[in-house]
């Protein structure tokens, strides 16, 4: 799923925050004049992850200091990427589809984490989060040994694990595996 965000400008700094609110929200706070930038990638959602693309939504005075900023130059924009994002925006189906297949896998998770009584966020990414009774690194040597690579960790939450949303039997083997080491 891509990731939606929300960078407030108050008093010149640049703060930004996960926005887990409907889009036509966040786009209607820059109709609105609020002095926000809406980002969005085209990572996982639109199924383009790994070519760094994106847009942003802002205000003009904003999105002018962003292009003198370099943000969206056109000659660091590759065209197939460009090509690629335009399809995916089009395909509203699949964006659809993959939401629904996202958010119950992680719902799946989420019953997981909480039969094992274990700490977890309200992620409504592609991804969860959760609390360990042992460090991040250590869970994740373990699941390598078991075939299954996670992220990195996230200091200084050194026993929180972050595990993106894969594909159904590939969650089905992590979440057994998560619970075996975890039980």
């Known amino acids: 799923m891509s990731r939606p965000y929300l960078c407030g400008v108050p008093n010149g700094a640049l703060r930004t925050t996960s926005a887990e609110l409907p889009s036509h929200f966040r786009s209607n706070l820059v109709r609105a004049g609020e002095n926000v ?40 924009l590759d065209r197939l990427a460009l090509v690629a994002a335009a399809a995916s925006m089009r395909d509203a189906d699949y964006v659809a589809t993959t939401r629904t297949k996202v958010a119950a896998e992680r719902d799946k998770w989420h019953q997981l984490l909480t039969s094992l009584n274990l700490r977890h966020s309200g992620s409504r ?29 996230f200091p200084p939450l050194k026993r929180w694990v972050r595990i993106t949303i894969g594909l159904p039997h590939e969650n089905a083997a992590a979440r057994s595996a998560v619970a075996e080491l975890l039980r």
């Open 37 to 76: 930038v809406v980002f969005r990638t085209f990572d996982k959602m639109f199924g383009l992850a790994g070519l760094g693309l994106g847009y942003a939504v802002a205000p003009p005075a904003l999105a002018t200091s962003l292009k003198r900023a370099g943000f969206g130059r056109v000659d660091a």
């Open 125 to 153: 990414g592609n991804f969860i989060f959760f609390e360990a009774d042992r460090p991040q690194t250590e869970i994740a040597a373990a699941l390598r040994g078991r075939g299954i690579e996670i992220g990195r960790a």
